[in-house]
C-alpha cells in the first residue's frame, strides 16, 4: 500500500507504479479528487476508483460522491464509514 497527501502525489505513485486500486478522498490540498480521477481514467481507462468524501453539502443539486461516479468512480463511500464497508467495497472492486 502506498500513500499520497493530494492528487498530484498520487499520480506521480501511480506513474512510478500503477496500483490494483485507486482510493481518493475528493477533497484534498493541490489537486482534488475529481481531476485525479478523470486523469486516471485518461490513462488507465479500467483502473478500480474508489472516491471517497465527508462532503454532504449538495451544489447545484448533486452530491459530490453522486459527481465522482458520473465522472469514472467505480465506486464511493461517505465518510464516516465502516472498515467492514470498506473491506466489502474494496473487494468487490478487485474482484476477490
Known amino acids: 500500500m502506498r500513500e499520497a497527501g493530494d492528487g498530484s502525489s498520487g499520480l506521480d505513485l501511480f506513474r512510478e507504479k500503477a496500483p490494483d486500486l485507486v482510493v481518493t478522498d475528493l477533497y484534498m490540498p493541490g489537486k482534488e479528487g475529481i481531476e485525479t480521477i478523470l486523469e486516471l481514467r485518461?490513462?488507465?481507462p479500467d483502473l478500480p476508483?474508489?472516491?471517497i468524501s465527508g462532503g454532504r453539502v449538495a451544489v447545484a443539486?448533486?452530491?459530490?460522491l453522486s459527481d465522482a461516479e458520473a465522472l469514472g468512480a467505480n465506486a464511493s463511500l461517505a465518510k464516516p464509514f465502516s472498515v467492514g464497508d470498506f473491506q466489502d467495497v474494496v473487494e468487490r472492486l478487485l474482484g476477490t
Open 42 to 44: 485518461a490513462v488507465q
Open 49 to 51: 476508483i474508489l472516491a
Open 61 to 64: 443539486g448533486r452530491l459530490p
